[in-house]
């Protein structure tokens, strides 16, 4: 195991994490108090910089049917893992791992941002652990102590333990940045913005995201969408995803008025219209463009869209084809 996934994967969730987050960018690396309409208390370590955030119920995915396929395909090798995990950690992903939120900032770094995970931890286990597998760096920061992972002469992830109930990983900025907060300094619930995205998701969804329309600013120039995002500006977007025997969610983006928002709405329909054309020669395509609803009010438009969960199956058949692939299904 490279050092990268070993901070990811056997800090947090040897099963979880990888699954979870996979399953989030494949469709689109608990009992608390709550500060906004139920979200984990755990939010409000996140700087007021913040730009974009996601969460994962994770007792939710685990109770879902994707993941009992999942389990169903993979049980031999996963339950091998998972037992030398729990064994030398004393966290299994399955019980312990209640909820993990993530966070975007700005920065040059690529992969700059923090995740959160939730749960219940014993932390000296795991550094016994981290210690076993690698030679971390020590960075004590605001009555913490990070540890660091190094990579080909750099420190690029790294690890901090909030409570015995929460767990931080990321860059070293954003960990500093999320110890600011823990010691006082403005967290994300002062961003006037992104805490009211925040109120209009449900951390009872599988996953759910919210952002300020900075994050379109980085779609790929080679992309037919990035002209369309680049002439209209975009105020913010959130949005909600459920897998559990269909695919189900809703994106909703808010524009500069409703001009702006009947365009993009107008091009979201070219798209599904184009979809139904070449359902002609292709059904499942054609159920695809079924299962996506547009509308819009006044400045804000939504993609909703409901499909059966095997519609990914068949669209494996077509990877390829329209030039575009179709995503691989989870095996």
């Known amino acids: 195991m490279n050092r990268r996934r070993f901070v990811v994967t056997s800090t947090v969730s040897l099963l979880v994490i990888t699954a979870a987050i996979a399953g989030l960018a494949y469709y689109s690396d608990f009992a608390a108090k709550a500060f906004v309409q139920g979200v984990p208390n755990s939010i409000r370590y996140l700087p007021s910089d913040t730009k974009a955030v996601f969460g994962i119920n994770v007792q939710k995915f685990i109770g879902s049917t994707v993941y009992a ?13 998972l037992t030398e995990f729990i064994t030398m950690t004393g966290v299994d992903p399955r019980k312990d791992v209640d909820y993990i939120i993530g966070a975007g900032r700005p920065s040059q770094a690529k992969s700059a941002g923090v995740v959160i995970a939730v749960g219940r931890f014993t932390p000296a286990t795991i550094i016994n652990f981290i210690n076993s597998k690698v030679t971390p760096i020590k960075v004590d920061y605001a009555g913490a102590t990070v ?15 909030l409570s015995d109930q929460e767990i931080a990983l990321g860059d070293l900025e954003s960990l500093k940045a999320v110890l600011d907060v823990r010691n006082g300094t403005l967290g994300i619930l002062n961003n006037t913005t992104m805490k009211d995205l925040l109120n209009k998701v449900s951390p009872e969804e599988m996953f759910w995201f919210a952002g300020d329309g ?11 969408l990035a002209p369309t995002l680049s002439a209209i500006q975009i105020q913010s977007v959130f ?9 189900s969610g809703k994106v909703s983006v808010v524009a500069r008025d409703a001009t702006a928002a009947g365009q993009l709405a107008d091009f979201a329909r070219g798209i599904i219209a184009l979809g139904n054309l070449a359902g002609g020669q292709n059904p499942v395509l054609a159920d695809l463009a079924r299962g996506v609803q547009i509308s819009q009010s ?19 058949a077509l990877k390829g084809k329209f030039g575009v692939d179709a995503p691989m299904p989870i095996k």
């Open 214 to 224: 900075s994050v379109l600013t980085n779609v790929p120039a080679n992309m037919q």
């Open 239 to 247: 949005g909600t995803l459920n897998l559990n025997g269909t695919i």
């Open 147 to 161: 540890l660091m992972v190094p990579e080909t002469n750099k420190l690029e992830k790294g690890i901090a333990f």
């Open 298 to 316: 006044a400045s804000q438009f939504d993609i909703s869209i409901t499909l059966p969960y095997d519609i990914l199956q068949k669209l494996e």
């Open 69 to 81: 396929e999942i389990m169903a395909k993979h049980e031999q090798q996963i339950g091998k893992d």
